[in-house]
């Protein structure tokens, strides 16, 4: 039996010990998750100009700890956590100052119009209860419907137990439903 | 509004939004941010970011004398920044999104012959083929042994009998052997049949090349509508409901980037006419694991839009072509059955949880523009239905919907037997059809949405009435068959 010396997966990934190469690679997972981080953050966030803000902080912290990452294939969950935990900072920071959502921008181009009144006022219903959703709710939401994480996917990814992702899941859906639903808030208050 | 319908209309919205960002817009927007300067001060003193700066600065008249009064000390920190993250920049450099790959070109010109030659040397032996009762149907099949012979029988829309055994060789089919044709559908006259060759399971360039085929229902006539090469083969063909386009998923193999000997698949959805000129209705089918067996690519009643299954999700097309859109699913759940409505404007979606061994089905109505989803059923019981359901499984009126599943109490090992089950798409009620003890999924609906067939090998094909599930032998298919389709009157 032989050990060898524990080296993270950049230092392997670079038998020559090339800083060009160790670049290199991160580049190529970096730009390869740009567009679905992006969209990740912009869902989470509600604001194009913080998403990508905090896309570019998530993308700086990754490449400050890039060493630290001893997976490859870890990659997705190792940076998707690091995003997330971006975006929870975000939130709460915004929760405290009381800053604007600020939606408009993201709205403004799509393909082909839709013309039902109906689905424009559901879109309309949807972003105000959704803004409206506590942080970490909004959260667990994003990962688990749009992102399709499992429940113990999103707990990692949000470094909480999975009986709490499901409270978070069922509280959040609810929250949902009865501000896009004020009648059922009346009778199940 | 229950979870679920909540689960559902948050799905939709997400899914829309996510659309919103153009992914070549962003690349270039985050591109454009001076990363080596901006985000550490925004960092360090908590300025504010995009249009907040003017509310931010209104409120702060402080703000301009500390400006001023640390211009230099600002400009020093600054310089110092960019002096240092210099390396970090390379990190967000645009590049434009990736085209789908061009088809890998003939390495040796079109698919070789291979064992083709051996396949179709070996005939069936002619056996009778032989239509019980109402001649009011067609029957198309071909056999796993002899993989090159289609056979058809049945009345046929004009009353004549057909029957005709057609066997392909080297001459007419350019595809490797040993894979055989694949009976895929009837065109609405009963005249021709679209079939299929190639294999599933094709490793990498060497033994994948399929094509799709026009073929008379008499075996006069062969149309080839694909060209395909080594490396390419065409999969999941289905007919329009006119008959004159067929929609299919252009798989291609190319090696994988940074490896040796590694494949990969990349989808693209094409329709091709009659003549076989084609249209691609997407460069890159936008999921990993797009179902084109069953239910597969699906036409909308008026041959204007597709439904694909596509991973947790549906993908609507519009034909001849469109921004497609993308209708998600509940969580754990998979798309067992799909049809249109007859108007075209919902689909319907049958969907038993992923990964659960026993439970409720589900019955979903979507609206196919992207609308919020509907629970239209629920059924009360919990089933195995692991089996499979029908390519046809609902009917063409969308009131009933038959699947094979075990009873309840199923356990992996039992000494159990899957039954066919009628639901009522409406209540979720589920009616077990007698005598249909492990027969397989495939079912056949009558236009009228009144009855199906379905058929056990070595036994006869039934005609099973929905309204009280008596049963009719209606005609005898011979012997094992790969795949079998009906065209009902």
């Known amino acids: 039996m032989s050990f060898e010396p524990e080296t993270s997966i950049a230092e392997r990934s670079r038998p020559e010990r090339l800083e ?12 390869r998750h740009l567009d679905s981080s992006y969209r990740l953050a912009a869902l989470i966030l509600r604001d194009p100009t913080e998403a990508q803000d905090a896309t570019h902080d998530a993308f700086m912290a990754a490449w400050r700890s890039w060493g630290s990452l001893r997976d490859a294939s870890r990659f997705d969950a190792w940076f998707g956590r690091i995003l997330v935990n971006v975006c929870r900072d975000r939130l709460r920071r915004r929760s405290r100052t009381g800053s604007v959502v600020d939606i408009s921008a993201a709205i403004a181009t799509r393909g082909p119009e839709r013309d039902l009144v109906s689905a424009a006022v559901d879109r309309d219903e949807m972003e105000r209860a959704f803004a409206a959703l506590d942080p970490d709710r909004r959260i667990v939401l994003v990962l688990r419907f749009y992102a399709d994480l499992t429940v113990d996917q999103v707990a990692e990814r949000v470094g909480i137990p999975s009986g709490t992702v499901k409270s978070r899941l069922h509280h959040g859906l609810r929250d949902l439903a009865r501000a896009l639903d004020p009648d059922q808030a009346r009778e199940n208050p | ?190 005249a021709t049949l679209l079939v299929s060759t190639g294999s599933w399971f094709a490793t990498g360039p060497a033994d994948m090349c399929g094509n799709l085929y026009l073929l008379r229902a008499d075996g006069s006539a062969l149309t080839r509508l694909t060209d395909n090469h080594p490396g390419i083969m065409a999969v999941g063909g289905s007919l329009s409901p006119d008959g004159r386009s067929v929609a299919f998923v252009e798989r291609g193999f190319r090696p994988q980037p940074g490896t040796s000997g590694s494949w990969t698949a990349a989808d693209a959805l094409m329709v091709s006419d009659a003549s076989g000129a084609s ?72 969907a038993p949880n992923a990964g659960e061994p026993q439970d409720k089905l589900t019955v979903l109505s979507f609206d196919p523009a992207g609308g919020a989803a509907t629970v239209v059923s629920r059924t009360t019981e919990s089933h195995e239905w692991a089996i499979g ?41 589920l009616r077990p059809v007698p005598a249909t003890t492990d027969v397989g999924p495939e079912v056949h609906w009558y236009p009228d949405g009144q009855s199906f067939v379905f058929h056990e090998p070595a036994n006869p094909l039934i005609r099973v009435s929905i309204r009280d599930l008596s049963e009719t032998a209606v005609g005898t298919i011979p012997y094992a068959y790969s795949a079998w389709h009906w065209l009902g009157p």
Request: charge should be negative; charged fraction near 15%.
């Open chain 1, 20 to 31: 060009g190469e160790r670049r290199a690679v991160f580049t190529e997972l970096a730009d």
């Open chain 2, 1 to 190: 509004m229950n979870e679920l319908e909540t689960e559902l209309r948050l799905r939709a919205w997400l899914d829309e939004q996510a659309e919103l960002v153009v992914p070549g817009e962003l690349r270039h927007r985050i591109a454009a941010i001076p990363v080596e300067t901006r985000q550490p001060w925004r960092q360090l003193i908590g300025l504010p970011s995009g249009a907040g700066w003017s509310a931010w600065l209104a409120g702060r008249r402080w703000v301009w004398i500390v400006v001023l009064g640390g211009l230099l000390a600002a400009l020093a920190a600054g310089a110092a920044l960019v002096g240092t993250s210099q390396s970090q920049r390379l990190v967000i450099v645009p590049t434009t999104t990736s085209p789908r790959p061009s088809p890998t070109p003939p390495a040796a010109g079109p698919c070789a012959a291979g064992a083709l030659a051996a396949a179709g040397g070996s005939a069936a032996p002619d056996t009778a083929l032989t239509v019980q009762g109402p001649t009011d149907a067609l029957v198309a099949f071909s056999h796993p042994d002899w993989p090159y012979e289609v056979w058809t029988a049945g009345g046929g829309a004009s009353g004549a009998r057909v029957e005709a055994k057609t066997i392909l060789g080297p001459s007419q089919l350019s595809d490797p052997g040993g894979w055989g044709l694949d009976v895929l559908g009837w065109t609405p006259d009963g």
């Open chain 2, 279 to 350: 249209t691609m209705l997407d460069p890159i089918v936008p999921c990993s694991g797009a179902q084109l067996e069953r239910p597969g690519l699906t036409w909308s009643p008026d041959g204007r839009q597709l439904a694909l299954p596509c991973d947790a999700s549906i993908v609507v097309y519009s034909v001849p072509g469109g921004h497609p859109t993308t209708l998600r699913m509940p969580a754990d759940t998979v798309v067992a059955a799909l049809a249109w409505s007859p108007d075209g404007r919902r689909i319907l979606v049958a």
């Open chain 2, 389 to 429: 359901f029908p390519a046809e499984a609902f009917s063409p009126d969308g009131r009933w919907l038959v699947a094979t599943g075990y009873p309840p109490g199923y356990s992996p090992g039992c000494d159990c037997h899957s039954l066919l089950y009628a639901m009522d798409v409406a209540s979720g009620q």
